[in-house]
């Protein structure tokens, strides 16, 4: 467990597994592709567009895991006083900046075929482009403030903060009359998408999951090492 909070046994692990992660990433993301462009059938109403959410999904996903994870360690840093915590923070944020951009834009495409215009103000899309905001506002405070230490502490405090924003994104399709249809996937006993895109889908987003993972260990690795003076 100490791999998660110490920075010199998370660069042991990480080395270890930085290699089989990476091929496992390549190796998903192309068998992902090959199902969801070449062998995944096409939606009856919406056609090829619906191969969108094999971008869209994915990147939603790490989106919000990788906040949910920045919250994490921002109650690890603060409450029981971690640094580590401090150098995820800093390191994964510009990571979920991406996937959200990425959900954003790929909605945007899929959105304008479906509802004839690329973006409109229901409760899902703006609590995703809220989310996006406060990743640029960390990324943004990490840049400015020079005093680490209270930089860090308020960028931690804003984190858990904007994590009020979480449970909005993701139940705000029950919550509000919105664009957006309600959860498929969670109906287990009777689902709403054919497996035929469900096989597809989780290989997409087992591949994005591993492009973040692999991402995300080079960016700690860069921040432990910028910061090894005061860490040692």
């Known amino acids: 467990m100490k791999f998660f909070v110490n920075p ?44 969108i959410m094999y971008i869209h999904v994915p990147s939603a996903w790490l989106a919000l895991l990788t906040y949910a994870i920045m ?32 959900c954003i834009i790929s909605g945007s495409l899929w959105g304008k075929p479906m509802w004839g215009t690329w973006w409109v103000w229901d409760a899902r899309l703006t609590s995703v482009a809220i989310l996006f905001i406060i990743y640029l506002l960390i990324i943004f405070m990490n840049l400015s403030f ?10 931690a405090i804003f984190i858990l903060v904007g994590s009020i924003n979480l449970p909005i994104i993701k139940f705000s399709v029950d919550w509000w009359n919105t664009l957006h249809q309600p959860a498929t996937i969670s109906k287990l006993s009777k689902p709403s998408i054919d497996p035929s895109m469900i096989i597809p889908l989780f290989i997409m ?11 995300a260990i080079l960016r700690i690795k860069t921040e432990i090492i910028s910061r090894k003076s005061y860490l040692d």
């Open 8 to 51: 010199s046994k998370f660069n042991k692990v990480a080395d270890y597994l930085f290699k089989p992660i990476l091929v496992s990433s390549i190796v998903l993301f192309s068998l992902g592709l090959i199902f969801s462009f070449y062998l995944s059938p096409e939606d009856y109403q919406q056609g090829s567009t619906v191969r």
């Open 71 to 102: 919250t994490l360690y921002s109650i690890l840093a603060l409450a029981f006083r971690i640094p580590f915590g401090f150098i995820i923070n800093t390191a994964v944020a510009p990571i979920g900046a991406v996937f959200t951009l990425i």
């Open 146 to 155: 020079e005093n680490r230490v209270v930089r860090e502490k308020v960028v």
């Open 205 to 215: 987003t087992f591949a994005f999951t591993m492009i973040g993972i692999a991402i």
